[in-house]
C-alpha cells in the first residue's frame, strides 16, 4: 500500500538559524520540523559573544513564544497556512541510523537520520541548510535539500553600478553639447553610470539624474584629490559618486587593489578637511582575521586599531606622499587633528554620528544584521561608506550570496540615497592584476 504523502515540510538546520534567526517567517506556508538536536544545538551557541549568540538567543527565545501558543510536538498553525513542531529524536527509530552507516553520536548525522526518518513516514521533506557537507550527505541518502537565501541576490547578479550602452552618435554630441540627454531604454537604478558607445569611436560617461529623468555629466574639475586620480572608469565614476553630498551611502565592491579604500579615503580627506562639508572621518573595519589570530595585542583601543587599520594608514601614506615633499608633515597634521578617528565595530552599536565621513572597510564579513546597525548609526549630515570583496570572505557563516554587502545592495539600489560601484579591473600592479584573476 502506498504511503500518503502530507504537505512539504521543511527542516531547518541550525546553520540558518544561527545565520538568520528570522529564517522562521521564510517558511510559514510550510510545515516547518526541527529536530531536538538543532535545539541543542542553538542552546550551545547561546552563550557566545557576537553575533552568533545573539541569534541563537533570538531562535530559542521565538521557539518558546511559539510553544506557548499549543502543543509544540504535534504542531502550531501558523497564519499562512503551515505549522511549526518539535520533532524529539526519540521519535526517530535508532536502528535507521545504523542501517545508513550514520553515527548517532554526531550532531549532523543525527539531524539527517531525523530527516530521512521522517521521509520514510511519509513526509516530504526538505532539508534546508547552508552547509554544503551536510546538504551533499544529505542527497547521497535520498533526502531534498534546499540552500537557504533570505534575499533574492546573489554575487552573480550583482547590480554592477555601470553600464555600457549603445546609442546613436547624436545621442553623444547632444550630450556634450547641452549637458545632458534623454536616459536610453533599459533597467536602471537612481545614481547609476552609463559609459555611451557611438560610431566613430564616440563616447561618453555619464550619471543618471532620477528626479530629472536625464543623463548628466560627472562633477567637473574633481579628478584629482588629494594627488589621487582615477586610472579607469570605474574609478572616475566612483569618485564621482564619493564626492557627491546628495548620496549618503555608498557601496564599493571589489577584488584587492582595484582603489576601493584610496579613493574613499582621499573623498573623504577632501571633504573634510578642505571641503569642510563633515567635521570628521571615522574609519572602521571589520575584525576578522585572515588565518590564525595572533592573540590579543597590547596597548590602547587607538594602539589596537592601529594593526587591523594598517590598509587605511598605507593608503594614508601614499596620499600624503603623493602631495608633495611636506608629506610626513601632512600625515602627522592629520592625524593629530580632531577630525580623524578610527573606532572599533564592536563599539559603534548605540552612537550616532553626525557630520561625518564613515568608512567601513571588509564589510563582506559582516552580517545584514550587522551592517543594518551601522548604517542605522547615521545622524544628520553623514555620509557611509562601505568596502569589501564579497569573494574573499573570512566568516565561517557568512558566503559570497548571504553578506551584508550583497544584501545592503540588493535591498537599497532602488533608492536616491543610494549608489554602488563594483570594480572589475585591478590597478595596483600587474601582479597584483594577474593574482585576482587566476588564483
Known amino acids: 500500500m502506498a504511503k500518503e504523502v502530507a504537505k512539504k515540510s521543511c527542516l531547518l538546520d541550525a546553520s540558518v538559524l544561527l545565520h538568520d534567526p528570522s529564517a522562521f517567517h521564510h517558511y510559514t506556508m510550510h510545515d516547518i520540523v526541527l529536530p531536538s538536536v538543532v535545539l541543542e544545538e542553538l542552546d550551545r551557541k547561546k552563550a557566545m559573544h557576537g553575533e552568533i549568540g545573539r541569534n541563537a538567543r533570538s531562535v530559542m527565545k521565538f521557539i518558546d513564544q511559539v510553544a506557548r501558543e499549543g502543543d509544540i510536538q504535534k504542531g502550531i498553525s501558523f497564519e499562512k497556512g503551515g505549522s511549526f513542531k518539535i520533532v524529539i529524536e526519540s521519535d526517530v527509530k535508532k536502528k535507521n541510523s545504523v542501517l545508513m552507516g550514520l553515527a548517532p553520536d554526531r550532531t549532523r548525522h543525527r539531524l539527517l537520520s531525523s530527516a530521512h526518518q521522517l521521509q520514510e513516514d511519509g513526509h516530504e521533506i526538505t532539508l534546508v541548510s547552508k552547509d554544503p557537507v551536510t546538504k551533499i550527505i544529505a542527497e547521497t541518502i535520498g533526502v531534498t535539500t534546499e540552500s537557504f537565501k533570505s534575499s533574492q541576490e546573489t554575487f552573480d547578479n550583482l547590480y554592477p553600478g555601470i553600464f555600457t550602452v549603445d546609442v546613436p552618435k547624436d545621442s553623444i554630441d547632444e550630450f556634450y553639447e547641452n549637458g545632458e540627454v534623454d536616459i536610453p531604454e533599459g533597467i536602471y537604478y537612481p545614481n547609476s553610470y552609463l559609459v555611451l558607445k557611438g560610431e566613430e569611436n564616440a563616447s561618453a560617461v555619464a550619471k543618471i539624474n532620477a528626479k530629472a529623468n536625464k543623463l548628466e555629466p560627472l562633477l567637473k574639475g574633481r579628478q584629482n584629490v588629494w594627488g589621487v586620480k582615477p586610472r579607469n572608469v570605474e574609478q572616475k565614476c566612483a569618485l564621482d559618486l564619493l564626492l557627491r553630498d546628495d548620496v549618503k551611502l555608498i557601496s564599493l565592491i571589489g577584488n584587492a ?183
Open 257 to 439: 587593489g582595484t582603489g576601493k579604500t584610496l579613493l574613499a579615503l582621499a573623498a573623504g580627506l577632501q571633504k573634510v578637511f578642505d571641503d569642510g562639508v563633515y567635521n570628521r572621518i571615522v574609519i572602521s573595519r571589520s575584525i576578522m582575521p585572515l588565518g590564525k589570530d595572533i592573540g590579543f595585542l597590547p596597548g590602547s583601543k587607538e594602539e589596537k586599531l592601529q594593526s587591523w587599520l594598517a590598509p587605511f594608514f598605507d593608503n594614508l601614506d601614499y596620499i600624503c606622499e603623493s602631495g608633495g615633499e611636506d608629506g610626513e608633515e601632512t600625515k602627522k597634521w592629520i592625524l593629530e587633528s580632531n577630525k580623524f578617528q578610527v573606532e572599533a565595530i564592536t563599539y559603534m552599536r548605540g552612537r550616532s554620528f553626525t557630520n561625518a565621513f564613515i568608512i567601513i572597510d571588509e564589510s563582506q564579513n559582516l552580517t545584514p544584521h550587522e551592517l543594518k546597525t551601522l548604517i542605522s548609526r547615521v545622524g544628520e549630515n553623514t555620509k557611509i561608506v562601505i568596502l569589501g570583496d564579497p569573494t574573499q570572505i573570512d566568516n565561517p557563516y557568512l558566503d559570497r550570496d548571504s553578506n551584508g554587502m550583497i544584501y545592503t545592495v540588493g535591498k537599497m539600489k532602488e533608492y536616491e540615497l543610494f549608489g554602488s560601484i563594483y570594480f572589475k579591473h585591478t590597478e595596483r600592479s600587474k601582479l597584483a592584476a594577474l593574482a585576482a584573476k587566476v588564483l
